[in-house]
C-alpha cells in the first residue's frame, strides 16, 4: 500500500487498459491504471478525487458495520413474527404457497425464490420499513409464479403493490439488494 499525504492509502493494479479508475473495496482505494500510466498521473488523479476517495472511504466502513451488525435473538423473532404476519396475509390474497421460508444473511438479494418453491429472505430486512419489507415478501411470492422479471411478474407485483416501483428504488439506494 502506498500513501497520498499520509492520509490516503491506495494500491495500484496495473492492466492492459486506456484510463485510470479508482474503486473503493471493503475500506481500500484500489486503483486500476494502464501499464504505461506514470506515478505522477496516479497522484495527480488521487489528489483531484480526494474529497471523493474520503468519501466513499467513509461509506464503505458504515456499510461494512451494517454487514457486521449481529443481531439479538429477539430481534430475530420479533422479525419473524412480523415477517410470518406478512407472510399469511399474501399467501391467502395471492393464492401462492412457498414450501419452506427462512431468515439468512444473505449478501446479494433483500430475498431470493429457489425453483423448489423455497423462499429465504435476508436478515437484515430486520432494519426496514415494514412497507418495504412486504414489498420484498410481495416480490419474493411472485416468483413462485414467474420464475423471472418479466412483464407477467412486475404485473403480478403490481396488483399487490402498486407503487412498487417506488421500493424497489429503495432497495438499490440501501444497497444490499434486491433482485
Not at 15 to 23: A, C, G, T, V
Not at 45 to 54: D, S
Not at 85 to 93: A, F, M, P, V
Request: positive net charge; aromatic residues 10%; charged residues 40%.
Amino acid at each position: 500500500m502506498e500513501k497520498v499525504e499520509e492520509k490516503i492509502e491506495y494500491q495500484i493494479i496495473r492492466k492492459q487498459i486506456k484510463n485510470l479508475y479508482i474503486r473503493i473495496k471493503d475500506g481500500r482505494v484500489m486503483i486500476s491504471a494502464p501499464r504505461s500510466c506514470k506515478e505522477s498521473e496516479i497522484l495527480q488523479l488521487l489528489e483531484k478525487k480526494k474529497r471523493w476517495i474520503q468519501k466513499a472511504i467513509e461509506e464503505s466502513k458504515v456499510r461494512k458495520k451494517i454487514e457486521e451488525r449481529k443481531y439479538t435473538k429477539e430481534e430475530i423473532q420479533r422479525f419473524q413474527i412480523k415477517l410470518n404476519e406478512l407472510l399469511e396475509r399474501y399467501i391467502k390474497k395471492m393464492n401462492l404457497y412457498p414450501q419452506k421460508v427462512r431468515i439468512r444473511n444473505i449478501k446479494y438479494a433483500w430475498g431470493s425464490c429457489s425453483s423448489k418453491k423455497n423462499i429465504t429472505f435476508n436478515a437484515k430486512l430486520i432494519d426496514k420499513d415494514e412497507r418495504f419489507v412486504e414489498y420484498v415478501v410481495v416480490h419474493e411470492l411472485c416468483h413462485l409464479k414467474y420464475m423471472n422479471h418479466s412483464k407477467y411478474f412486475w404485473k403480478l407485483v403490481s396488483e399487490y403493490i402498486p407503487n412498487y416501483k417506488e421500493y424497489r428504488t429503495l432497495g438499490k439506494e440501501n444497497r444490499n439488494p434486491s433482485d
